[in-house]
């Protein structure tokens, strides 16, 4: 089971290092795209870092639930 989460953690780790990778890029090679202002006034910079944001919570969550442990009819109390 903990090999498992692991491997399923690095798997997450790589995509969202992935698309870091593009905004790191994206700043360091094309910084005037970064500049432009496509919704409502917000630049794609600032809109790429809350995508980072939401991004990491999204994938914190998808970890908890493919990491949970499923409970077995052997697990489980007697109900009364």
Do not use: H, W
Request: with cysteine.
């Amino acid at each position: 089971m903990q090999s498992r989460n692991s491997r399923i953690g690095l798997i997450l780790f790589t995509i969202y290092l992935i698309v870091y990778g593009g905004f790191v890029l994206l700043n360091a090679f094309a910084p005037d795209q970064m500049e432009a202002t496509p919704i409502a006034g917000l630049n794609i910079a600032v809109l790429y870092g809350f995508g980072l944001i939401i991004g990491a919570i999204l994938l914190s969550g998808l970890y908890g639930f493919l990491c949970r442990e499923k409970s077995s009819p052997k697990n489980q109390e007697p109900r009364a």
